[in-house]
């Protein structure tokens, strides 16, 4: 089957401490996304990415980093920095970044404290 | 920059009634994308329905209609013949089809209750 996938879920760190949340697609789109989704707001893009070795930053990208080595994979880093980084993130693809829609993986939750 | 408005945080509808979700846009491109997104309690987001501002033809999709009104920068979300399984979060989202395309920019999302 085609799709996206998250992973963990659900995802615990202390405050202070890094933490890499996993996305990986086998649709063989060029474009991935990561957004953030925090309770009674829509989405908002972090970072996102048209190809392999090429990455941008969205509207709110402080205190995240990513990468994108191989064309199926975007993990992202949520740094020390980031302020509040408790939220749920979902991690999406298209076909390509200019073209076409986005597909959702299931999302993680994750909590700091 | 573009803004998209929900202005329904809530609504209900019986099973097997019709439901119309309101979603209006601000932006000053010709061409774009809009979509209606469904995020149920398992909190994926599943694509509903698609339409291309340049169609004039409303998008349809079995139960899911749209009534995209390109004038008004309208773009409201028919469901007909409601289901327990269509109750979720309703999020309207645009995005251009020109340079910055990269983003799709959301509303904030219309809680959607079915009452059996």
């Known amino acids: 089957d085609g799709g996206i996938t998250q992973s963990p879920k659900y995802l615990f760190r202390k405050e202070g401490q890094n933490v890499t949340l996993s996305c990986e697609q086998n649709l063989n789109h060029d474009a991935m996304y990561w957004y953030r989704q925090d309770p009674g707001q829509g989405l908002r893009l972090i970072y996102y990415?048209?190809?392999?070795?090429?990455?941008q930053k969205g509207d709110i990208a402080e205190g995240y980093s990513v990468s994108r080595e191989k064309k199926e994979s975007f993990p992202l880093t949520v740094t020390s920095a980031q302020k509040n980084p408790t939220a749920f993130y979902l991690c999406?693809?298209?076909?390509?970044?200019?073209?076409?829609?986005?597909?959702f993986g299931p999302g993680t939750r994750l909590t700091v404290t | 920059a573009q803004t998209v408005t929900q202005s329904q945080p809530e609504m209900s509808v019986q099973e097997a009634e019709t439901v119309t979700l309101s979603c209006t846009y601000d932006?000053?491109?010709?061409?774009?994308?809009l979509f209606w997104y469904k995020q149920p309690p398992s909190r994926q987001m599943i694509l509903v329905i698609r339409q291309e501002a340049y169609k004039q033809q409303n998008a349809t999709e079995n139960r899911f209609s749209v009534n995209f009104q390109k004038a008004a920068k309208s773009f409201s979300l028919k469901i007909s013949d409601s289901q327990l399984g269509d109750a979720a979060m309703y999020f309207c989202a645009y995005r251009r089809t020109s340079g910055g395309s990269e983003k799709l920019v959301f509303g904030k999302g219309t809680k959607l209750t079915v009452n059996p």
């Open positions: 932006t000053s491109e010709s061409d774009y994308y």
């Open positions: 990415s048209q190809i392999v070795n090429d990455f």
């Open positions: 999406a693809s298209s076909r390509s970044l200019t073209l076409y829609e986005q597909y």
